[in-house]
């Protein structure tokens, strides 16, 4: 019992830490936010905050962590299928949800002011997941980096251009759309 209220305490105490973090983030790069600032936004002590941080950059690493890990299972849960247009929209379609859940804390980290770190983790965790699908179907592997970079630079770009809309449409309209332009190009956007 006693666990639990603790738990639930420090798990408060990090969502305001958060919660202020991102609201700093959408203002100014991380490098230049402090942890007195982000203390008195939020109304804590440092001391509260040095409990569970370093410094700013550590909770940074700690969130992305944390991000990833969410992220990772995901793909697990949701992982299936062997037609490649199964698979290319459900990979899709976890990116998107992700996104969608970790509107927030996406929003500042992708951001003008975000962490770019926090998008090569990204593209690194997809980049791996479909590299395995990829090999898979026995796709010519000296081809896969360039394949890659381009599926990746218009699904930033996608991903961005969402997040600057303010995810307006769904996760899974995203997923829909990424996965028409990467199967078939604009060919078929076009009336």
Known sequence: ???TKIDRRVRKTKA?????????MEEKDVNHISVRELTD???????????????????VNQVED???????ELFHENASGDDSTTTTLTVLTNVFTFLANNEKTVRAFMGPHGDLTFINRLKELVKTRVRHSWEDRGMAPDKFEYFFAYTAAGCIGLMEAWLRGGFQESAEEMASLADVLLLNGIHPLLK
């Open 41 to 59: 936004l939020v109304d804590l002590n440092r001391g509260t905050f040095y409990l569970h941080y370093r410094d700013i950059f550590d909770m």
């Open 16 to 24: 305001l830490l958060l919660k202020g973090l991102t609201q700093l």
């Open 1 to 3: 019992m006693e666990n």
């Open 66 to 72: 944390e991000l990833f890990q969410q992220f990772d």
